[in-house]
C-alpha cells in the first residue's frame, strides 16, 4: 500500500497550483495514480466535510496528513480509483478535497467520475504505459482472479498490466474489469477486496495493485486496445462456469517432450 503519495503532494504544493477548483490533467492523474487517504469515522463510515454547494469528500496524501488536519476521524481508509468511484458515485459529495501538508485543491466530483469512469487513457497523448506483466506478484493475481471470478456474475474480463504512468514515473500492477450493466452494486470492489485481503500478499519490494472498472459497452473502444496489447487475460463464461486464460506465457512455452518410447515385449516360446 502506498505510505505517501509523494507525486500528488508535490502538485499540490507548487506555488502556482492555487486553492480554487481544478481539474488539472496532472492533478487527476497522480491522484488516480497513487490513491488518496479518506477520514472515517469510529463505525467505519467516510467522513465528509461540510461545503457551501454540499457535502466534499477529503483525500490525504498520507494517514499522517490526515490525522494532523482532521484529528477528530477514528482512522483512515486507503482508497485507490476504484474505491473513489464507488464512493463518488453513491454518495452526494460535489466535490473532493485533497491536501497535502503544504497545500490543497478542489476537484469537482463530476469531472473526476468523468476521469474515473475513462480509466486511463488510451489514445496518443495517454498517460499510462501498460504492457505484460511476468512479475510474481502479477501471476499471483492471476491465479486468484481466476479462482474467484465465477463467483461474480457479471464481470466479464479481467486484463493485469505493468502501469508506468508518464505524469508522475510511478510503476504499479494494474487490474482492469470490464463489468456489465447486470452485475450485482460493487461487484469488482468486492472482488478486488477479497483477492487482495484473503488470498494475494503485496511483499515490500512489489508495486502497489490499482484497479478500474470499464464499461464493456460505452467503452467497447478501451476493451479492444486492452485486447491489442496482450496483457494476461481472463474471460469468464458464467453460463457455462469457465474461465478463459489468455497469456503469452502458454505462447511462450517450450513444447511437451515427446514420451519416452515404451519398452517391448519380447516372448519366448517354452
Keep these: 500500500m502506498t ?76 482508497c485507490d480509483a476504484m474505491r473513489l468511484h464507488d464512493i463518488l458515485r453513491q454518495t452526494k459529495a460535489v466535490k473532493m478535497i485533497v491536501s497535502s501538508p503544504a497545500g490543497w485543491a478542489k476537484i469537482p466530483s463530476d469531472m473526476l467520475l468523468d476521469a474515473l469512469r475513462q480509466g486511463t487513457r488510451l489514445t496518443e497523448g495517454r498517460s499510462v504505459m501498460l504492457g505484460w506483466s511476468t512479475r510474481p506478484l502479477a501471476l499471483a493475481l492471476r491465479d486468484a482472479l481466476r479462482a474467484r471470478l465465477l463467483d461474480f456474475p457479471g464481470i466479464e474480463t479481467v486484463w493485469i498490466a505493468d502501469a508506468c504512468w508518464e505524469h508522475s514515473g510511478v510503476e504499479q500492477l494494474l487490474v482492469h474489469l470490464a463489468v456489465g450493466a447486470d452485475a450485482p452494486p460493487e461487484a469488482a470492489s468486492r472482488l478486488m477486496e477479497a483477492v487482495m485481503s484473503e488470498d494475494v500478499t503485496v511483499g515490500d519490494g512489489d508495486p502497489a495493485v490499482a484497479s478500474i472498472v470499464l464499461d464493456p459497452v460505452a467503452q467497447a473502444d478501451q476493451v479492444r486496445h486492452l485486447d491489442s496489447l496482450g496483457l494476461d487475460t481472463l474471460r469468464a463464461d458464467h453460463a457455462r462456469r469457465r474461465v478463459e486464460v489468455v497469456s503469452r506465457e502458454f505462447d511462450a512455452a517450450p513444447p511437451a517432450p515427446a514420451p519416452e518410447p515404451r519398452p517391448r515385449r519380447w516372448w519366448r516360446r517354452p
Excluded at 4 to 9: C, G, R, S
Excluded at 34 to 54: H, I, N, Q, T
Excluded at 55 to 72: F, I, R
Design 3 to 78: 505510505t505517501v503519495n509523494t507525486a500528488l503532494a508535490e502538485i499540490l504544493e507548487r506555488p502556482d497550483q492555487g486553492t480554487a477548483d481544478s481539474g488539472d490533467g496532472p492533478l487527476i492523474a497522480a491522484l488516480l495514480d497513487g490513491g488518496v487517504f479518506v477520514p472515517v469515522d469510529a463505525k467505519g463510515s467516510v467522513v465528509f466535510l461540510a461545503e457551501d454547494e454540499g457535502p466534499g469528500l477529503p483525500g490525504y496524501v498520507s494517514a499522517e496528513c490526515l490525522a494532523e488536519d482532521l484529528p477528530e476521524a477514528a482512522g483512515a481508509v486507503h
